[in-house]
């Protein structure tokens, strides 16, 4: 059963660096491409990044860009999302989420298997 474990969520102060990393086990990592997405209080969740089972290509929200980038290390079954210049409005859970196929997907719905979250905290 492939299991999905995030971690490195925490508080921090605004202007802050994070990286949230994502492990993968019980699978073939290189079959999966991986998304990142992020759920805040009283909002629905919502695509963070993504990137392919190739690490060919990736994809950030509009919202994001410039301050979030997506790698990963097939050696080590993880996938990590470096956030840069970190604001309160990026307080939420943070999962990260794997689905068979050759690309990711900017919705939630096509992810097969999902981590538990990590919180991020940030504050002003």
């Known amino acids: 059963q492939v299991q999905l474990v995030e971690s490195g969520g925490g508080l921090v102060q605004t202007g802050d660096s994070l990286r949230l990393s994502c492990l993968v086990s019980?699978?073939?990592?290189?079959?999966?491409?991986m998304g990142w997405f992020r759920q805040a209080p009283g909002k629905e969740r919502e695509f963070v990044a993504g990137i392919t089972r190739s690490s060919e290509g990736t994809g950030v929200a509009s919202t994001l860009k410039g301050r979030v980038t997506i790698s990963r290390d097939n050696a080590k079954n993880t996938v990590n999302l470096e956030m840069n210049r970190l604001t309160p409005e990026d307080t939420a859970v943070y999962y990260c989420a794997a689905v068979d196929n050759y690309s990711y997907y900017l919705g939630d719905k096509r992810y097969e298997y999902w981590g538990r979250g990590t919180q991020v905290t940030v504050s002003s």
């Open positions: 019980g699978g073939t990592f290189t079959r999966y491409s």
